[in-house]
């Protein structure tokens, strides 16, 4: 069975300070890859997605870079942070032929 | 006027009560609809799935789409205390990518 992992679960960084959030997936390959930012109390917003190794589409001009360097891992970072970045992250995958999204656990990031 | 429109609650219902969450939509190319479940702190559980219009049924869930009236709706049948969470309505447009557009959410407490 497929799983999903992000790490780390939570995150406490100062203003200015680099990010590196990573994501994997396991028991597939060639997924669509997925970075969302949640908000306190809002709705998702989606940051990055990707459909392959080295592809990345952003949808949101921003201070965040996604990577993908393997097939089922994906990264997302930041070189100096800003108030405004913290939220929970989510990562989702999806097969390629179906339209759902699934979910991993999430990275709570505050930046003081 | 956002794509997708959800009634942000808090929606507060005794333990078995028949809960009705919705969802309004302006896209009429949106062909697949989803539900997310998604308790505090954690990533967006998948809970039901649909194609186009009609029900679909998984025990004591129904999810119901209405594609004349652009609504959507996730009927929960004898509620529990741990079907407190937030309620996502996710859908997408067929071959685009699997993208996918989200409600706000509807956070629901269902109380003993």
């Known amino acids: 069975s497929q799983t999903i992992h992000q790490w780390p679960a939570t995150l406490v960084q100062p203003v200015g300070s680099p990010l590196s959030l990573e994501c994997t997936v396991e028991?597939?390959?060639?997924?669509?890859l997925y970075w969302y930012r949640q908000a306190a109390g809002r709705g998702l917003q989606l940051l990055f997605y990707?459909?392959?190794?080295?592809?990345i589409s952003s949808e949101v001009p921003q201070n965040l870079s996604a990577s993908r360097p393997q097939d089922r891992q994906f990264i997302l970072s930041s070189k100096k942070l800003l108030l405004s970045d913290s939220g929970f992250y989510l990562c989702?995958?999806?097969?390629?032929?179906?339209?759902?999204?699934?979910f991993g656990p999430g990275t709570r990031l505050l930046v003081l | 006027q956002k794509e997708v429109e959800q009634d942000p609650g808090p929606l507060s219902v005794p333990e078995g009560a028949i809960v009705s969450l919705n969802c309004t939509y302006s896209?009429?190319?949106?062909?697949?609809f989803m539900w997310y479940r998604q308790y505090s702190r954690k990533g967006p559980e998948l809970l039901m799935y649909t194609y186009s219009s009609g029900n679909k049924e998984d025990g004591r869930f129904t999810a119901q789409v209405d594609k004349s009236s652009k609504y959507i709706s996730l009927f929960i049948r004898d509620s529990q205390p741990s079907d407190s969470a937030t309620y996502l309505c996710a859908m997408s447009v067929v071959n685009a990518g699997n993208m996918l557009t989200f409600g706000g959410g509807t956070r629901l407490m269902v109380k003993p």
């Open positions: 989702a995958w999806t097969p390629g032929a179906q339209e759902t999204q699934y």
């Open positions: 896209n009429s190319a949106f062909q697949y």
């Open positions: 028991g597939t390959s060639n997924p669509n």
């Open positions: 990707s459909v392959g190794i080295g592809q």
